[in-house]
């Protein structure tokens, strides 16, 4: 069964940086629509950051440009979302996306990321 498991969330200051992962398991590869959304309280969940899983070539929502990047390592099929430079308004439940071939597509099960002042 397709998994995706995301690891890397915490408690951080105005300021610093965090390495969210997100690891797919169960067998299949992603092949497309990688990306990381992410949903703070009383907003809809919104897309930060997408990633050509082929190429690795990123892109991002004008208000993680240039702090955040997303990456991935395609032997271990998994992604990653480095966050540095982070603000309150960061803080949100973050998500990975992913889409398996023929299987569709998947989500993580979300991991906190809190920015303090």
């Known amino acids: 069964q397709v998994r995706l498991v995301e690891s890397g969330g915490g408690l951080v200051q105005a300021g610093g940086s965090l390495r969210l992962s997100c690891e797919a398991s169960?067998?299949?590869?992603?092949?497309?629509?990688a990306a990381w959304f992410r949903q703070a309280p009383g907003k809809d969940r919104t897309l930060i950051a997408s990633?050509?899983?082929?190429?690795?070539?990123?892109t991002y929502a004008h208000n993680v440009k240039d702090r955040f990047t997303i990456s991935r390592d395609y032997a271990k099929n998994t992604m990653f979302l480095q966050m540095t430079s982070l603000k309150p308004e960061d803080t949100a439940v973050y998500y990975c996306?992913?889409?398996?071939?023929?299987?569709?597509?998947?989500w993580g099960q979300g991991t906190q990321v809190t920015v303090s002042s």
């Open positions: 169960g067998g299949s590869s992603i092949t497309y629509g």
């Open positions: 990633l050509d899983w082929k190429s690795g070539t990123g």
């Open positions: 996306r992913a889409g398996f071939g023929n299987l569709g597509i998947y």
